[in-house]
């Protein structure tokens, strides 16, 4: 399984950051508005029996 790191855009400076790096916050200007782009999913590589 590979997790998907969560991504953000920031709606302050329009800045790309990881979310769970950063606790939520855009490391540029600190602003807490975010558009969530990626990290809510995760990818199966494979089924093992």
Known sequence: MDIVK???LCMECQ???NVMKNEGKCPCCGSQEKKVLGGQQFI???IGY
């Open 44 to 46: 199966v590589k494979d």
């Open 6 to 8: 969560g991504e953000a």
């Open 15 to 17: 800045s790309l950051y």
